[in-house]
Nanobody
Framework: QVQLVESGGGLVQAGGSLRLSCVASGHIFSINAMGWYRQAPGKQRELVAT???????VYADSVKGRFTISRDNAKNTVYLQMNSLKPEDTAVYYC??????????WGQGTQVTVSS
């Protein structure tokens, strides 16, 4: 089992920045990729960014050039630096971990609200 705890959400004005953090615990040795998804009201959950253990981040087109995902393996933590935030970035952001055997785990979610 893997447990994920997110932090760093909040309210920010358009054009501002936030950094989300997600700490993994439990069977961390089994984790391959870690990433972030988001879900806005009335919409499906969507990929924001993911980062496999070997590198090669993948981003949604809507956040390319604005968001950066990174991992600190020593701290079992994945980060999402979000710059130039837009009102359409408003959503609940979920941390995601995928094991080598492809089981997935989710955090509880953290709210990000961008005001215009």
């Amino acid at each position: 089992q893997v447990q994920l705890v997110e932090s760093g959400g909040g309210l920010v004005q358009a054009g501002g920045s936030l950094r989300l953090s997600c700490v993994a615990s439990g069977h961390i040795f089994s984790i391959n990729a870690m990433g972030w998804y988001r879900q806005a009201p009335g919409k499906q959950r969507e990929l924001v960014a993911t980062l496999p253990s070997g590198g090669g981040a993948v981003y949604a087109d809507s956040v390319k050039g604005r968001f950066t995902i990174s991992r600190d393996n020593a701290k079992n933590t994945v980060y999402l630096q979000m710059n130039s935030l837009k009102p359409e970035d408003t959503a609940v952001y979920y941390c995601n971990a995928v094991e080598w055997r492809l089981d997935q785990y989710w955090g509880q979610g953290t709210q990000v609200t961008v005001s215009s």
